[in-house]
């Protein structure tokens, strides 16, 4: 009875968040599931960003452009300027199942780092998030319920600062996905007085 009540309130949750618009700063992170490693564990993402400052990254998919050097790299390049401006840790994450998760993590070279790569194979938390790719280019060459290319700034399940790198003819934000990079979320932290 207990999975069923979970599963009607985060399908609840995730059609509120899509009537209401995309979550903004202020919002409370939704309590939906992700899935780690392989076979996955299920995490709440709300009990799991409790009293922690992290930076969620969503991305169309695993092994996916923008030019590989940029986006998850970057994060781990930048590591030591995360940890300064006080980021617990950054989680990235697809709509794709744990085993992709996994083996992309694997390919990135995450391991030890405070990169952490989970997977949204039904798209509940990008639903809960209004971050549902819906732009009709992407379902014409079969790409279907995938997220949009954002990160957002969460401390103690409190969202901080949202970015989405998306253009009107680029719904993936694959040519400028700069408003999610590093750089760019390190300089809207900086603006954060909580840290």
């Known amino acids: 009875m207990r999975v069923g009540l979970s599963f009607l309130l985060n399908a609840a949750l995730a059609v509120s968040a899509s009537a209401f618009g995309a979550i903004k700063a202020g919002d409370k992170i939704p309590s939906t599931n992700l899935h780690l490693g392989f076979p996955p564990d299920y995490i709440d993402i709300a009990e799991y960003t409790a009293k922690k400052s992290v930076i969620i990254v969503g991305l169309p998919g695993a092994f996916l452009p923008p030019d590989p050097s940029t986006q998850v790299p970057g ?19 697809c709509v794709n199942d744990a085993a992709v ?7 990135q070279g995450i391991e030890g780092s405070m ?35 954002w990160a957002m700034h969460v ?18 934000g694959d040519d400028n996905p700069e408003a999610t990079l590093v750089p760019a979320m390190l300089k809207a932290i900086s603006g954060n007085d909580e840290l």
């Not at 998760?101 to 390919?107: K, Q």
């Not at 989970?118 to 379902?139: I, L, Q, S, V, W």
């Open 75 to 93: 994060y781990l390049e930048g590591q030591d300027k995360l940890k300064a401006a006080g980021i617990d840790e950054v989680i990235v994450y």
């Open 155 to 172: 401390v103690d399940g409190v969202v901080k600062y949202v970015a989405v790198s998306e253009g009107e003819n680029d719904p993936a």
């Open 101 to 107: 998760m996994t083996a992309w993590g694997e390919n």
């Open 115 to 149: 990169v952490t790569f989970m997977g949204d194979p039904a798209g509940d938390f990008t639903k809960a998030c209004g971050m549902e790719m819906t732009h009709p280019g992407p379902p014409s060459v079969g790409i279907i319920g995938r997220c949009k290319r």
